[in-house]
Nanobody, 123 residues
Framework: QVQLVESGGGLVQAGGSLRLSCAASGRTFSSYAMGWFRQAPGKERELVAAITWSGGSTYYADSVKGRFSISRDNAKNTVYLQMNSLKPEDTAVYYC????????????????WGQGTQVTVSS
């Protein structure tokens, strides 16, 4: 069982930056692939970024490539999402998720979810 708690969301102007954090409980955090998803009103939840259990490989949605960066610190049981050059279309609830697979880029492969944190980007 893994429990996930996100933090770091908020209101920011377009062009600004935010860093989201996701703290995980459980001694097996380092064995989980981790992902950040987002869901805007009226839209489906989409994968924004993912990272392997070791941190050796990452995935980014085309819409955030070059602007967002995912990382993890297994010693701290924490995964991060650094978001730069934010745009109004990045406005959404951002969710952290954990997969018991070593690598996961589809929603169906994620087993545990956080409660979400709101990110609002004003124009």
């Amino acid at each position: 069982q893994v429990q996930l708690v996100e933090s770091g969301g908020g209101l920011v102007q377009a062009g600004g930056s935010l860093r989201l954090s996701c703290a995980a409980s459980g001694r097996t955090f380092s064995s989980y692939a981790m992902g950040w998803f987002r869901q805007a009103p009226g839209k489906e939840r989409e994968l924004v970024a993912a990272i392997t259990w070791s941190g050796g490989s990452t995935y980014y949605a085309d819409s955030v490539k070059g602007r967002f960066s995912i990382s993890r610190d297994n010693a701290k049981n924490t995964v991060y999402l650094q978001m730069n050059s934010l745009k109004p279309e990045d406005t959404a609830v951002y969710y952290c998720a954990a997969s018991s697979q070593k690598w996961a880029t589809s929603r169906a492969r994620y087993d545990y979810w956080g409660q979400g944190t709101q990110v609002t980007v004003s124009s």
